[in-house]
């Protein structure tokens, strides 16, 4: 869930912002791009049970996530990119500073990129981030570590997961003042100011392609089966997709007919939390 205010009328900024664009292409000069990121409410304050189908409430206590190799280019060149990447823990609120690239040349940049990959021991602490937390993401090969509980009634159930993914999100766009952007706008003296969004919610989406998917917890509270309160990732893995109760959603994976246990579902899951600008899209690929 994000929210956002802007300021002035879509049709006004919609106007400057073309302007801009056309400032930026012909006038020359340079600029920057500042990206930031942030988890949003549901992984800062928790997914409250009236967004679940199944009546559960999840909060995350932990939600760490490697972001690097951001670039701006044009299609035919890349402009700048980003040399290291950053481990952030997104529980802590309020965005967080990623990476800012100068001396761009003041026009519209349409080719914006970012991974989120393993982190090594090369990789630098981002903003709400500790040594030990990144730590536990080098000694895992993580790119994603989550960590939380689910409430429904007196019952709680909960979850320790780190994902090894490697995702690509190219061909970054998102909506600016109204109007959908491919990339950034640099204009001359200007920083155009960038969110790559985080989405802690996709983790209990029931579907993995379907835009109509709807959050849920109860097969993954079903999949505890030595019923010690605490669902493994070893425990998603016995959970097969075929066994699921129909009641309990659809659970679809589309084309991926390779995806057969909850464990592999969830870890698909897990390439489609990064977003850009709120909820513009890039196109994931896996590394």
């Known amino acids: 869930m994000r929210t956002s205010a802007i300021a002035g009328s879509v049709l006004a900024l919609s106007l400057v912002l073309g ?9 020359g000069g340079k600029g920057s791009a500042s990206f930031t990121t942030w988890g949003e409410e549901y992984i800062e304050e928790g997914i409250p049970a009236t967004e679940l189908e199944d009546g559960w409430a999840v909060k995350y206590e932990k939600f760490l996530v490697v972001i690097g190799n951001v670039k701006v280019g044009d299609g035919t060149a890349v402009g700048a990119e980003m040399k290291t990447a950053k481990v952030f823990n997104l529980v802590v609120p309020k965005p967080k500073p990623v990476v800012e690239l100068k001396d761009l040349e003041a026009k519209a940049w ?57 995702t690509q999100l190219d061909k970054c766009k998102g909506e600016v003042a109204g109007k959908e952007v491919d990339g950034v706008v640099v204009t001359n003296g200007g920083v155009d100011a960038v ?10 989406y029931d579907d993995l392609q379907s835009p109509d998917a709807k959050l849920r917890f109860q097969n ?8 010690n309160g605490e669902v493994t990732l070893a425990e998603l893995e016995a959970s097969k997709l075929a066994r699921l109760p129909k009641a309990n959603g659809p659970y679809g994976t589309g084309t991926a007919s ?16 990064g977003h850009f600008r709120g909820e513009g899209e890039c ?3 896996s590394q």
């Not at 969110?195 to 983790?203: K, M, N, V």
């Open 19 to 27: 302007a801009c664009t056309t400032d930026a292409a012909s006038s």
């Open 110 to 166: 349409t080719e914006v990129s970012y991974e989120i990959a393993p982190a090594t021991s090369a990789s630098e602490l981002g903003e709400g981030a500790t040594e030990a937390e990144k730590a536990l993401m080098v000694t895992g090969n993580y790119s994603v570590y989550v960590e939380g509980k689910a409430t429904k009634g007196t019952d709680t159930k909960s979850f320790k997961w780190g994902f090894s993914t490697k």
């Open 195 to 204: 969110e790559l969004t985080i989405h802690g919610d996709h983790f209990l």
């Open 220 to 227: 993954i509270a079903d999949a505890d089966a030595d019923k």
């Open 258 to 273: 390779e995806i057969l246990d909850m464990k592999a579902y969830t870890t698909a899951l897990s390439r489609t939390v």
């Open 283 to 285: 196109l994931a690929r």
